[in-house]
């Protein structure tokens, strides 16, 4: 997570989905023991065929990387959210704001007029 949280924020879901992606790749080769089911992971794309859910909402979301219990929120402006769902408190382990909430006051939206 501590990968995650030192990175650039997000602009795009797409971006968020590839440094959690990418992330997650890295971490898990340079383990002791690799995930056997790594390789699923690999390929992964947003796509309901690989497990997403709303993908025309926001946010969409996968209820289980790679069988671990962590679900994952990927919101359209770069915002993503990991969060425990194993367990009953079902505690957010990182929430990243995107690009456009971590340059604005507050986590707000500033629009010109």
Not at 11 to 18: D, G, L, T
Not at 55 to 73: K, N
Request: net charge negative; aromatic share 8%.
């Amino acid at each position: 997570m501590a990968a995650l949280e030192k990175a650039e924020p997000c602009s795009s879901r797409q971006a968020a989905f590839e440094l959690v992606h990418s992330t997650w790749l890295e971490v898990n080769s340079a383990s002791i023991i690799p995930d056997q089911g790594i390789d699923a992971f690999r390929n992964m794309q947003i796509c309901a065929e690989d497990g997403w859910q709303n993908l025309d909402g926001d946010p969409c979301f996968l209820t289980s990387i790679e069988h671990t219990g962590l679900g994952l929120y990927l919101h359209n402006n770069g915002t993503f959210v990991i969060q425990d769902l194993s367990c009953a408190s079902c505690q957010i382990l990182i929430a990243k704001l995107g690009v456009r909430q971590a340059l604005s006051p507050a986590g707000f939206h500033l629009f010109a007029v």
